[in-house]
Nanobody
Framework: QVQLVESGGGLVQAGGSLRLSCVVS????????IGWFRRAPGKEREFVAA???????????DYADSVKGRFTISRDSAKNTVYLQMNSLKPEDTADYYC?????????????WGQGTQVTVSS
């Protein structure tokens, strides 16, 4: 079974930055994929970004149009950790953020989910 633990959420002013972390355990990190999703108040969960890799080399990355150019997904295979660097944050980015193990931009491609971390962006 795969376990994922998220951290890094908090309160930040508009225009600021946060880096979310997702530590993966329970299986090997090679040939795997991790996605980030978010659920804003009153809205459904939506895709944010995803990364997949072979061994220590990433070979795929994808972003939602709403975050493209502002967010960057990356990983440190030695630490079994995937990061989501969020820059130029907007109030619309306020949401609970979740990492998940799987592939693609749809929730249907992910089988294991973290507990979530809250991000609040103030005006």
């Amino acid at each position: 079974q795969v376990q994922l633990v998220e951290s890094g959420g908090g309160l930040v002013q508009a225009g600021g930055s946060l880096r979310l972390s997702c530590v993966v355990s329970g299986r090997t990190f090679s040939r795997s994929g991790i996605g980030w999703f978010r659920r804003a108040p009153g809205k459904e969960r939506e895709f944010v970004a995803a990364i997949s890799w072979r061994d220590s080399s990433a070979y795929y990355a994808d972003y939602a149009d709403s975050v493209k150019g502002r967010f960057t997904i990356s990983r440190d295979s030695a630490k079994n950790t995937v990061y989501l660097q969020m820059n130029s944050l907007k109030p619309e980015d306020t949401a609970d953020y979740y990492c998940a193990a799987g592939h693609g931009s749809s929730q249907r491609g992910y089988d294991y989910w973290g507990q979530g971390t809250q991000v609040t962006v103030s005006s």
